[in-house]
């Protein structure tokens, strides 16, 4: 695959890790804090209609490119504007160490 310029990189969002705490019962409550604000290319690679739960949902994968950062791993999601965009993988496509490809998924219901 061919790794564009930096320049590319034109839309702004919020890199955000997963936050477990413990509730009242003892079961576990999951929230997300913010990491950075980076620079991404987001391209949209496919889309699906499926049911889950007794109902419609849209999910579109997005394959955003984005700077390299060691800390980036698929438990995290990228926030832009009202979208939220679930991490489910993430590879160095040369292993240079320059850039990180992450395949995430945006579920609209």
């Keep these: 695959m061919s790794v564009t310029s930096i ?7 919020t ?21 950075a604000q980076i620079w991404a290319k987001l391209t ?3 889309g699906e209609a499926r049911f889950v739960a ?12 984005i700077r390299w950062r ?6 995290m999601r990228l926030v832009v504007g009202a979208r939220t965009l679930l991490i489910h993988s993430v590879y160095d496509p040369d292993g240079r160490r320059r850039f990180l490809l992450c395949r995430c998924e945006e579920i609209e219901m």
């Design 44 to 46: 949209p690679a496919a």
């Design 15 to 35: 890199l955000e890790a997963p936050i477990d705490t413990a509730d009242d019962s003892g079961s576990m409550t999951r929230s997300y804090a913010s990491v």
């Design 54 to 65: 007794e109902r419609e949902e849209q999910a579109i994968t997005v394959v955003a490119l």
């Design 7 to 13: 320049g590319a990189l034109r839309q702004r969002v």
């Design 70 to 75: 060691a800390d980036v791993t698929s438990r």
